[in-house]
Nanobody
């Protein structure tokens, strides 16, 4: 059973940057794909990005492409989401998730383990 803990969220002004981290309790290499989702108040959970077990393949949502970068360091059992040029519409709770099969897509039910989330607030 994997446990995931997100960190790095906070309040930032529009145009600023944040880096989210997702620390896993087990070797992330065993967990295959890692992804980030977000959920804004009153909205459904939204796929942000996913990365394969070795970091060689990524899938990034169009809404954040060019601004957000997903990465991982299996030696540290940690995944990252670098968020640049943040906009108020990026405000949400951000969750990391892992999948043991290798799915890199947007269907949240495909992911096996989830963190508790970290709040990101972007002020205008």
């Amino acid at each position: 059973q994997a446990q995931l803990v997100e960190s790095g969220g906070g309040l930032v002004q529009e145009g600023g940057s944040l880096r989210l981290s997702c620390a896993a309790s087990v070797r992330t290499a065993r967990l295959n794909a890692m992804a980030w989702f977000r959920q804004a108040p009153g909205k459904e959970r939204e796929f942000v990005a996913a990365i394969s077990w070795n970091g060689g393949t990524t899938n990034v949502a169009d809404s954040v492409k060019g601004r957000f970068t997903i990465s991982r360091d299996n030696a540290k059992n940690t995944g990252y989401l670098q968020m640049n040029r943040l906009k108020p519409e990026d405000t949400a709770v951000y969750y990391c998730a892992v999948d043991g099969v290798g799915y890199l897509g947007p269907r949240d039910y495909e992911y096996d383990y989830w963190g508790q989330g970290t709040q990101v607030t972007v002020s205008s």
